[in-house]
């Protein structure tokens, strides 16, 4: 029981700066944009359709998170409160994704 409250306690004490956060989550999120739109650019170009556009996706996300989590050296909660603020928002992501995927295809496979 003193092992739980005293990680309750630890939590409670720690202090995080805003503005840092802050950064370190709009730099999370261009990475993300930037790797969408060339994941979608890669898509379209090679004409893949149905689910290996998708896979390709999947793939470039697993990577980009490699990448994250190793220039983090594995330790992510210096850099954000909890895990959530690592790992949400791959749908505005897989969205942009989508977008180039069709544009590129059509330019390039259509026209």
């Known amino acids: 029981m003193s092992e739980k409250s005293s990680k309750t ?6 202090c995080y700066n805003t503005a840092a956060i802050t950064n370190n989550v709009e730099a999370l999120e261009f990475g993300r944009t930037c790797q ?9 170009i090679l004409g893949l359709t149905g689910f290996q ?13 490699l990448i994250w989590n190793v220039k983090a ?9 909890e895990r959530n603020s690592f790992t949400w ?14 544009f590129f295809y059509g330019m390039v496979h259509v026209y």
């Open 9 to 14: 306690e630890k939590k409670n004490d720690e």
């Open 53 to 65: 556009g998708f896979i390709l996706y999947f793939i470039s996300v697993a990577i980009q998170a």
């Open 73 to 81: 050296q594995g330790n992510w909660l210096s850099y954000f409160p």
């Open 89 to 102: 928002s791959h749908g505005n992501g897989l969205l942009t994704f989508v977008l180039l995927w069709v």
């Open 36 to 44: 969408s739109c060339a994941a979608g650019m890669a898509a379209g």
